[in-house]
């Protein structure tokens, strides 16, 4: 899409990335103007300069917009967006990696190879588990072991903690882009490149985290509490039941919605399913369409007429004002207005609050836009502040959407992920269990092979709720433990919390938020860290916040 719309603009960045389809996402007394050597990256980006035949194991990768290394090679940016985060800790891990490139292009051909397999199983609707990316855990070469160390410190992917490493891998690589228009200022063509490279990289990161938050595996395992925020799990056994409860979920599917409560963003219900559930005869079957409130008491299908920004007719297939939205075409709508918000970054004399800054009807800009969509749970209460879902509502859901095992859900209350967990799915839970590779249960010493045994050893001392008191059990619960640390970073809503964390994460400072990689951090010294706007903060939905944050009225699921 984003590819699509840049070669209409006839090659010209300014159109492209603050044109028409933007132009209500940037304040209006803006007037870019991009440098020659920053517009020859950009062209290079999108094709004007195609890889060579011959360097990667798949056909027709010519068309898709690629980075261009210093080595010669041009790798395309889906698979570099595959390989952030799962593969390579940090964007100076995947430059480092690209900086040794060709030494390194076994590995790479590899890695892509195995991400191409999967996608060709997903067209045709054949990977056996579509919850369990087999590259994450059975695929990976040998010769590199870094994805399962990654694996065992990956918080960073789920649910709230994937929001807080979206902003913050976004917030580098929109510096990163403004360090590259200082370069082609000051005529610095290699720094422009250096920094042009080094932001996509960044937004790939970003990116990862951002389609995350899609995942029903992703959309609600606390995956923090199950590393830190509990003292009777061993790590070994925190790694099982994130496994199982990311499998288990990805395959039951989730309700979600988004958080906006503006007059021109309409709320959005869908249900998502897990990692690898995109097959692309099936996108337009109902359980992949997305649903809007029409009333206090009905929902119907939303259309691309709904999104204020008219993409659909720049999607690789074209997507018309009635055709139905679907939850594909959120996730590759938000990701291309996110790679958006970089490039409009490297024209001259921009800063970091041009992502946060619109005019008066779309006050938040393309960061606004971007965080009023992305989803979270459906919430057990029947209602945030300012998203009131009635009975009703509730109802035509459970009609609208089903599971694939039981028919019609029965009441919203028997999806919600304790009762999941703990009192109606032992057997299907077991089936799950079944499945996850031997080598993690045998590392936790719960390889059950009896499903009497994994129910009583296993499911009840490790879902069964807390007592309600004494207050102690309660605080030791893990979703009580998972809200303790989102709060540190949120508060209990939106505020200025954000701008002392992310630098701390970054720099991998704070024992709240434990280092994620296994390498040394990016940017070691507080000089070399962007500042985080305060419209940024302005821009996080305060509903989102509250779903996260909150308890019982929030994305978990665990009543009073």
């Known amino acids: 899409m984003l590819q699509q719309r840049y070669l209409k603009s006839a090659g010209d960045p300014a159109d492209a990335f603050f044109g028409s389809l933007f132009s209500a996402y940037s304040k209006t007394v803006i007037y ?18 195609p890889p060579q035949a011959g360097n990667w194991p798949v056909t027709g990768i010519f068309n898709y917009p690629s980075l261009n290394t210093d080595s010669g090679e041009s790798i395309p940016f889906g698979y570099v967006t595959g390989l952030a985060a799962d593969l390579y800790g940090q964007p100076s891990d995947l430059v480092n990696a690209f900086s040794h490139l060709p030494g390194n292009r076994n590995n790479f051909k590899k890695f892509i190879y195995y991400f191409q397999q999967e996608i ?17 855990w059975s695929s990976a070469p040998d010769d590199f072991a870094s994805f399962i160390k990654l694996a065992k410190l990956n918080y960073s992917h789920f649910a709230g903690h994937n929001l807080l490493f979206y902003i913050s891998y976004h917030l580098l ?108 005869e099936t996108l337009d079957q109902q359980d992949n369409l997305v649903y809007l409130k029409t009333a206090e008491t009905t929902i119907d299908n939303a259309k691309m007429s709904s999104e204020p920004i008219k993409w659909g007719e720049y999607m690789p297939k074209t997507r018309g004002d009635d055709d139905n939205l679907r939850r594909f075409d959120l996730i590759t709508g938000l990701m291309c207005a996110s790679m958006v918000d970089v490039f409009r970054h490297m024209a001259d004399d921009m800063t970091s609050a041009t992502s946060a800054g619109g005019t008066t009807d779309q006050p938040t800009g393309l960061l606004g836009y971007i965080l009023q969509r992305v989803p979270f749970a459906l919430p057990i209460a029947a209602a945030l502040p300012s998203v009131p879902i009635s009975d009703s509502i509730r109802d035509e859901l459970m009609k609208t959407f089903y599971s694939p095992k039981t028919g019609p859900v029965p009441a919203y209350g028997t999806t919600a992920l304790n009762v999941r967990l703990m009192k109606n799915n032992y057997h299907d839970l077991f089936g799950t269990f079944q499945k996850v590779p031997d080598t993690i249960k045998s590392r936790a010493l719960s ?44 508060g209990t809503s939106r505020n200025s919390m954000l701008a002392t964390v992310i630098p701390s994460i970054l720099k991998g400072t704070t024992a709240d938020f434990a280092p994620t990689i296994v390498t040394s951090f990016i940017r070691p010294s507080s000089s070399d860290l962007p500042s985080l706007p305060t419209n940024w903060i302005d821009a996080v939905p305060a509903d989102l916040i509250k779903a996260l944050v909150s308890n019982p009225d929030g994305i978990w699921g665990i009543e009073p």
């Open 32 to 49: 870019p103007f991009y440098q020659s050597m920053v517009r020859f990256e950009i062209n290079s980006f999108f094709g004007n300069n």
């Open 120 to 136: 060709q199983q997903e067209i045709i609707g054949n990977l056996k588990y579509p919850d369990d990316i087999k590259i994450s």
């Open 173 to 280: 690589a929109v510096d990163d882009a403004i360090q590259s228009a200082a370069a082609a200022k000051s005529g610095d063509r290699a720094g422009v490149h250096t920094h042009f490279n080094t932001a996509l990289i960044e937004e790939a990161f970003a990116l990862h985290f951002l389609t995350d938050m899609f995942s029903s595996g992703h959309a609600r395992v606390p995956r923090w509490a199950f590393l830190y925020g509990l003292n009777f799990w061993g790590i070994n056994q925190a790694d099982l039941i994130s496994k199982l409860v990311h499998d288990f979920e990805g395959t039951e599917g989730v309700l979600v919605m988004n958080a906006s409560a503006n007059p021109k963003t309409k709320n959005y219900f869908w249900k998502t399913y897990g990692d690898g559930s995109l097959h692309f």
């Open 447 to 490: 390889n059950y092979s009896i499903e009497e045994d994994f129910r009583r050893h296993y499911c009840v001392p490790k879902f069964d709720p807390p007592a309600a008191s004494p207050s102690s059990d309660l605080e030791r619960h893990w979703v009580i433990s998972q809200i303790a640390n989102l709060q540190k970073a949120f």
